[in-house]
């Protein structure tokens, strides 16, 4: 299924700058490597909660695949690396995640075939509450969650060869 983002944010959005370590993915965020999520630092950020999306808008089965979506986390300056695979998190950072395109819930790492390149766009919504949505949650179910709690928006993208 794909589904436009839609938000109603307010008139006055301060900025929110969204960094990685890398412009390509190394091995260690690939399935060559760990499949861990990446560091996400974030500048800027004033709000209750951080909501990540995680599309590859060229994916040939759709045009907005999904590869993570998570919520609740708490407002500070990065997302450690390795987030578990699990509905609920306590460590490194606290935060629930919801099923993503390939049927699981948590990141799932770049693997685009032998000979050709992914783009993974990571966005980050800075919220006013923290959203209490079930761990498990479909994209959509985040999205209808986000809707008149978007105070900051910010997004970085990077890319996956082999």
């Not at 960094?19 to 999520?37: K, V």
């Not at 909660?49 to 986390?73: G, L, Q, Y």
């Not at 049927?103 to 966005?123: L, S």
């Not at 800075?126 to 994209?139: C, E, H, M, N």
């Amino acid at each position: 299924m794909n589904f436009i983002l839609r938000l109603r944010v307010s008139e006055k959005m301060e900025p929110l700058v969204v960094s990685l370590d890398f412009l390509e993915f190394p091995p260690t965020y690939t399935c060559d490597g760990e499949s861990l999520s990446p560091r996400l630092k974030l500048k800027g950020l004033d709000a209750a909660s951080v909501a990540v999306m995680v599309t590859n808008p060229f994916e040939k089965s759709c045009c907005s695949f999904t590869p993570w979506i998570a919520w609740d986390f708490p407002p500070l300056a990065e997302i450690p690396p390795g987030i578990p695979r699990e509905g609920v998190v306590t460590f490194p950072v606290g935060c629930v995640q919801g099923m993503n395109d390939y049927g699981t819930i948590g990141y799932t790492a770049p693997c685009p075939p032998r000979g050709e390149m992914i783009r993974y766009q990571f966005k980050v919504y800075g919220l006013d509450a923290v959203l209490g949505l079930r761990p498990g949650a479909a994209k959509n179910e985040l999205v209808a969650a986000m809707k008149g709690h978007v105070l900051q928006f910010g997004e970085t993208v990077a890319i996956c060869s082999r």
